[in-house]
C-alpha cells in the first residue's frame, strides 16, 4: 500500500497524518509477525517520537523513553539523561524507533549504546535510505527520496 501523495521523482514523498498511521499500523504487523515483543520502545528525538507513540497505541502498553542523539561533527553522540537508568536495560528487549534512516548514524550510536547494557535492541523506521550504514529490522519502504513528514511541516 502506498499512504503519500504521489509527487515526481525530485520532490519529496509527502506522508499525510492518516498516511502515517497507516505506516504505523504495517510496522506493528511485521513486528507481531516475528514475534519480537519488546518491553520498552525507545524513540530517538525528535524524528521517533510520533512513530513510536503510534506503535505504543497500536499494541500492548509498553513504558517509552525519549532518546537525544546530537551531531559532533561526523560523530553521533548519546545525550545523557538522569531520567533514564541505563543499566535497567540488563536482558530487556527494546524497539528503537526512527522515522527516516537517512545515514542511520543516530541509530546505530543509540543502538550500540543500549547493547552495551547487555538490551536486546530492533531497530523500526517507516522510511529507510537506500544509503543507511544500518539496516533496520523493521522497515516499510526503502527509498532515495527525501520524506515530507506531517509532524516536520509545523515548523514556522
Known amino acids: 500500500m502506498v499512504y503519500y501523495s504521489p509527487m515526481s521523482e525530485n ?19 511485521k513486528i507481531s509477525d ?8 525507545a524513540v530517538i528525538s525528535r524524528g521517533g517520537a510520533f512513530p513510536g507513540v503510534l506503535l505504543a497505541h497500536l ?5 517509552i523513553f ?11 553522540v548519546v545525550e545523557d539523561s538522569p531520567h533514564i537508568n541505563w543499566p535497567a536495560l540488563e536482558n530487556k528487549r527494546v524497539l528503537l ?3 527516516k534512516l537517512e545515514t542511520g548514524k543516530s541509530a546505530e550510536e543509540l543502538k550500540k549504546h543500549m547493547e552495551q547494557y547487555k538490551a536486546e535492541v530492533k531497530l523500526a523506521c517507516f522510511f529507510a535510505s537506500e544509503t543507511t550504514q544500518i539496516q533496520p529490522d523493521y522497515v516499510i519502504l526503502t527509498t532515495s527520496r527525501s520524506i515530507s513528514f506531517p509532524w516536520e511541516r509545523f515548523r514556522e
Open 34 to 41: 516475528s514475534e519480537f515483543d519488546p518491553d520498552y520502545i
Open 11 to 29: 520532490q519529496p514523498l509527502g506522508v499525510s497524518w492518516s498516511g502515517a498511521e497507516e505506516y504505523a499500523k504495517d510496522l506493528r504487523r
Open 66 to 76: 525519549t532518546v537525544g542523539v546530537r551531531r559532533e561533527g561526523e560523530e553521533r
Open 59 to 63: 499494541g500492548p502498553w509498553r513504558p
Open 97 to 99: 524507533v526512527e522515522d
